[in-house]
C-alpha cells in the first residue's frame, strides 16, 4: 500500500517533465520516420502513402550524397584539430604563467559568443579585397582571394570558424580532468627521471582517455548540428559546396516546402546518431582502459 | 628546464592572441568611425556613432526584449520540470524507472535542434507559431538538466530526508527545504549554461519567428547583417558586438564562475 503510493508519486513527480520531452523529443523522432514514408501535402492535397519513393529520391539526390560527403569532411577536420588544440590550451593554461588569466580568458571567449555573431565577425575577414585575411596577404604580394566563393574553399572556410569557436569550450574539460590528475604520480614519476614528454605520453594523456573520448563524441554530435555560421557565411554554396546535412534538412523543408523530403533526410541523421549511441553504449561500458 | 618553460609561455601567449585577434578586430573597427575599419592607425578617432546607428537601423530594444523573455521563461520551466522528475530518478524506486531514464538520456544525443520539421508542424498544430512559447516549448524538458540534478541529488544524504519526513514535511516540502537548497550550485552552473545556449539559439528561433514582437537578438542580427547593400562594416561589427554583449559583459565579470560552471556541467 505505501508502495503504491510512492509509485504514484513518482510518477506525478515525472509527469510534466515526461510530457515535454516526449512531444518535442520522442514523438518527433517517431512521427519523422513515419512522415518519410509520406508525399509532402499540398494545397488542398492531402500527403499519400509513397512507399520508400521518398528514400529512392534520396538515393538519386546528387545533393545529398555532396551534403553527406561535405558532413564526413567537415567532422573528419573540425573535430581532431579541435581536440587536440583543445587539449594543447588546456596543458598550457594549467600551468603557472605570467598572464594566465588573459590567456584562459582569450582562449575561452569565442564560445560564450553566438554562432550568428561569431559568422558575422568571421565574415569581416573574409570578405574578398577588403577584409583583413586578404589586407595581410596583399602587404605580402598575394593575389586577392575569395575563400567563401570559391566551391574549393568555401568548406575550409566554415570549417576554421567552427575550430576557432569549439576548442576553447573543450578545453574546459580537458582543465577539470588535469587538476584531478594525482599530482603525487607526477612528483613519483619524475623522480624516478621521466623527462616532461614521457610524462605526458605515459601519465597524462592515458589518464586522460575518459575525457577525450568523452570531448569527441561531443564533437561528432555537434558536426550534426552546428549549423548557424553557414546562414551568414556562405548560405551553403557555391553549388552546395558548404551545405551540412542539418543545413539542407532547412533548406528542403522551410524553402522548398517539402517536409516529406526533409523527413527523410532527417531519419538518415537520426540513424547516424542513434548509431553513434550504441557506440558510446558499447564503448562507456567497457570503460576506457587506463594504461 | 627554463627554456622549455619559456617556450610554453611564448607559444601559449602566440595562440592566446591569434584565438583574441577576430573579436579584438571587431572591436576596433566598432568604436571608431567607418573610414578606419580597413586602416589601422592607433590614433584613429573613437566614436560610438557605430552603436547609435546600429541601434536606429533595427528594432534592436525589442529583441532584446524578446530574448530576455526567452531565456527567462525557458530557465524557470526547465528548472521547475527538471527538479521534479530528477528528485523522482534520484529517490524513488518504482516500475520502468530505468526504461524512463533511458528515455531521458537520449535525449542528449537526439535534441530538439534536429527534429525542426516534426516540431514545426507540432507548433503549427498547436497554433503557436511566431510566438516566444513556441520557441521556448521544444526546450522546456532538458535530458541534460534532469541527469545533472539526478546526480545532485544522489549525493544528498539520505538521514536529511529522514529526519525531515519524522518531523512530518510533505514530499515536496523536502523537496523544496532540503533538496533545492543544497543544489544551489548545480542551480547556478546549469543555469548559467542553459542562458548562454539559449541566448545564442539561432535555426530553431529562426524557423518559428517571423515578426519583430517575437524574434530574438540572434535572428534578428541575421537579418540585420544580410541587408548588404549600405550597411558599413562597422556598424553590422557594433551590432554584433551589441548582441553578444550582455553574455560578453556577464562572462568577463564572472569569468570564475562561468568556467567552473561549464567545467561542472560537463563532469559527468
Not at chain 1, 564533437?219 to 552546428?226: C, G, L, Q
Not at chain 1, 541523421?269 to 549511441?277: H, S
Not at chain 2, 523573455?69 to 521547475?80: A, E, S
Not at chain 2, 533538496?179 to 524557423?207: K, Q
Amino acid at each position: 500500500m505505501l508502495q503504491t503510493r510512492s509509485w504514484i508519486h513518482a510518477w506525478l513527480l515525472l509527469f510534466p517533465g515526461l510530457v515535454f520531452l516526449i512531444a518535442f523529443t520522442h514523438l518527433p523522432a517517431l512521427t519523422t520516420l513515419w512522415s518519410s514514408f509520406f508525399t509532402t501535402p499540398r494545397g488542398r492535397r492531402p500527403a499519400k502513402w509513397a512507399g520508400l519513393e521518398n528514400y529512392e529520391t534520396l538515393i538519386a539526390d546528387p545533393v545529398f550524397w555532396k551534403v553527406l560527403w561535405n558532413n564526413a569532411i567537415y567532422a573528419a577536420g573540425t573535430i581532431p584539430l579541435s581536440v587536440v588544440i583543445a587539449l594543447l590550451m588546456a596543458l598550457w593554461v594549467n600551468r603557472q604563467m605570467v598572464g594566465r588569466g588573459f590567456v584562459r580568458m582569450a582562449y575561452f571567449t569565442p564560445t560564450v559568443l553566438p554562432m550568428i555573431a561569431v559568422a558575422n565577425i568571421w565574415m569581416f575577414f573574409y570578405t574578398p579585397g577588403f577584409g583583413l585575411i586578404d589586407q595581410i596577404g596583399g602587404a605580402f604580394g598575394f593575389a586577392q582571394t575569395n575563400i567563401l566563393g570559391s566551391a574549393n574553399s568555401a568548406l575550409w572556410g566554415v570549417m576554421v570558424v567552427t575550430i576557432w569557436k569549439e576548442a576553447g569550450f573543450f578545453m574546459i574539460f580537458y582543465l577539470a580532468a588535469l587538476q584531478t590528475i594525482p599530482t603525487t604520480l607526477v612528483e613519483a614519476a619524475r623522480v624516478e627521471g621521466a623527462g616532461s614528454w614521457t610524462i605526458f605520453r605515459r601519465i597524462t594523456l592515458p589518464l586522460l582517455m575518459p575525457t577525450t573520448l568523452f570531448v569527441s563524441i561531443n564533437a561528432v554530435v555537434n558536426s550534426f548540428r552546428m549549423v548557424d555560421h553557414i546562414f551568414i557565411l556562405t548560405g551553403g554554396g557555391p553549388d552546395n559546396a558548404s551545405s551540412l546535412l542539418l543545413f539542407y534538412i532547412y533548406e528542403v523543408a522551410f524553402r522548398f516546402w517539402d517536409t516529406a523530403y526533409a523527413a527523410t533526410l532527417t531519419v538518415v541523421l537520426l540513424v547516424f546518431l542513434i548509431v553513434l549511441a550504441i557506440g558510446q553504449f558499447f564503448l562507456f561500458d567497457r570503460k576506457v582502459h587506463y594504461r | 628546464m627554463s627554456a622549455d618553460r619559456l617556450l610554453n609561455t611564448l607559444g601559449a601567449w602566440l595562440l592566446a592572441l591569434v584565438w583574441i585577434l577576430p573579436l579584438a578586430y571587431a572591436v576596433w573597427t566598432a568604436i571608431h568611425p567607418a573610414a578606419y575599419e580597413a586602416r589601422f592607425d592607433l590614433f584613429a578617432p573613437l566614436s560610438l556613432e557605430n552603436f547609435a546607428k546600429a541601434w536606429n537601423a533595427a528594432p534592436f530594444g525589442r529583441y532584446f526584449l524578446n530574448t530576455f523573455v526567452l531565456v527567462t521563461v525557458i530557465l524557470f520551466g526547465q528548472i521547475v520540470l527538471c527538479t521534479l522528475a530528477a528528485y523522482a530518478f534520484a529517490r524513488y524506486q518504482f516500475p520502468g524507472r530505468n526504461v524512463l531514464f533511458a528515455l531521458v538520456l537520449m535525449q542528449l544525443l537526439i535534441m530538439p535542434d534536429i527534429l525542426i520539421v516534426e516540431n514545426y508542424k507540432a507548433i503549427r498544430f498547436l497554433d503557436l507559431v511566431d510566438t516566444i512559447p513556441a520557441i521556448a516549448l521544444p526546450y522546456i524538458a532538458s535530458g541534460f538538466g534532469i541527469f545533472l540534478l539526478r546526480q545532485t541529488f544522489m549525493s544528498v544524504p539520505k538521514e536529511l530526508e529522514e529526519a525531515a519526513q519524522i518531523e512530518g514535511m510533505s514530499t515536496l516540502g523536502i523537496l523544496i527545504k532540503v533538496y533545492m537548497p543544497l543544489a544551489i550550485p548545480t542551480y547556478l552552473a546549469y543555469g548559467l549554461v542553459s542562458v548562454s545556449h539559449h541566448w545564442n539559439n539561432f535555426l530553431w528561433p529562426l524557423i518559428i519567428t517571423n515578426s519583430v514582437e517575437t524574434r530574438p537578438v540572434t535572428v534578428g542580427l541575421s537579418i540585420f547583417s544580410a541587408i548588404d547593400s549600405g550597411v558599413e562594416w562597422s556598424v553590422i561589427n557594433a551590432a554584433t558586438l551589441m548582441t553578444s554583449g550582455p553574455l560578453l559583459l556577464a562572462f568577463l565579470l564572472f569569468q570564475r564562475q562561468f568556467v567552473q560552471s561549464f567545467m561542472r556541467a560537463g563532469i559527468k
